[in-house]
């Protein structure tokens, strides 16, 4: 059974999910919460941009995809959003969350990650408009957290928290999450 992992935006979930040598899913959720024509290609392009219907079936269509993907993967990237991921909770969904330290001021880093993946100006715009609030959100949340040093992508926290390893040796996973997760 593998890990739930609920991701900030631009942490690198998508990047790490294509990446066909690793077990691991980016569980998209626009696909889910929207009924989209078929043809989209690129799901950044069209982020906080859809006129798509609503899907009538979210969002247990999605909780749904996501118990199925965790049989199947080690590591589901699924939705950082603070309502879904109450959600989550409400239905004991056991899962971590990860975003950037609000320690160090990470805004234009992660807006620039948006930029560079062709989010849509009205992402960005409600990106920017809600960065610090969403990191606070996030980290209300009643359960285990991975935050995100300065410069730091997913895969680089997952590695160093020993929760994946990319090859190299780690320490067990509970010597690592005793020195490393924020617990509930």
Same mark, same amino acid.
């Not at 199925?68 to 990237?77: H, P, Q």
């Not at 100006?121 to 957290?145: G, H, T, Y």
């Given at each position: ?70 049989? $199947? ?7 950082? $959003? ?62 285990? $957290? ?32 005793? $020195? ?5």
């Amino acid at each position: 059974m593998g890990k739930i992992i609920a991701g900030f935006p631009c942490i690198g979930k998508s990047t790490l999910g294509r990446r066909s040598d690793l077990n691991i899913i980016d569980l998209e959720s626009t696909k889910y919460k929207y009924i989209l024509d078929p043809n989209i290609k690129n799901l950044e392009e069209v982020k906080l941009n859809l006129n798509c219907s609503r899907n009538p079936e979210w969002p247990q269509n999605y909780i749904k995809a996501i118990q199925e993907a965790k049989e $199947k993967y080690d590591i589901v990237f699924v939705l950082g $959003k603070y309502d879904f991921n109450m959600k989550m909770v409400e239905e004991n969904i056991d899962f971590l969350i990860a975003y950037p330290d609000p320690e160090e001021s990470q805004k234009e880093d992660y807006l620039e990650r948006a930029r560079s993946r062709n989010n849509s100006q009205k992402f960005l715009d409600i990106f920017s408009k809600n960065f610090e609030k969403w990191q606070s959100l996030m980290a209300s949340l009643p359960v285990d $957290k991975i935050i995100l040093k300065k410069g730091e992508y997913i895969g680089d926290a997952i590695e160093r928290l020993g929760i994946y390893g990319f090859g190299n040796d780690k320490e067990s996973d509970e010597e690592s999450k005793d $020195k490393c997760f924020d617990e509930k």
